[in-house]
């Protein structure tokens, strides 16, 4: 996909025109990266407990609603990985926890295109790619 296609995506989601078209190049530059095997996304189960991070919720409806959410869709640590140039093993580039949400690696997932940029500068920072 090429700039102006995420571009137009991310307005039609309700993104500002300036941070649509500045997030539309870490989409595309992602997309060759990761078409050349050089980048990739990976989401795990979250590890911590919820309620341990959070603390406990005041609100019992709150606290039934986010366990079953978590239930229903996972507590997620969605994370970006590039691969280096010379040895071929891969490294976390940057990730968030506590992702509730049924499809985390979409971009309805308001950090996946910060966890792209946060990778890609690892990358860059890593090997002699120049965007």
């Known amino acids: 996909m090429n700039k102006k296609y995420y571009y137009k995506k ?19 530059t992602w997309d060759i990266l990761g078409n050349q095997g050089l980048v990739r996304l ?6 911590e407990n919820y309620w341990d991070v959070y603390g406990k919720s005041d609100s019992l409806k709150e606290k039934w609603l986010i366990e079953d ?7 997620w640590y969605i994370f970006g990985e590039y691969k280096c140039q010379c040895c071929g093993s891969w490294n976390h ?12 690696l979409s971009l309805e ?3 996946l295109v910060d966890i792209m940029a ?12 120049t965007a």
């Open 109 to 111: 997932n308001p950090y």
């Open 42 to 47: 990976w989401q795990e189960p979250e590890q």
């Open 10 to 28: 991310l307005r039609t989601m309700g993104y500002e025109a300036k941070w649509a078209w500045h997030d539309a190049g870490t989409l595309e």
């Open 69 to 75: 959410l978590i239930e229903r869709w996972g507590c």
């Open 118 to 129: 946060g990778t890609l500068n690892g990358f860059k920072e890593k090997s002699a790619f």
């Open 93 to 104: 580039g940057d990730g968030v926890g506590m992702i509730i949400q049924l499809n985390p």
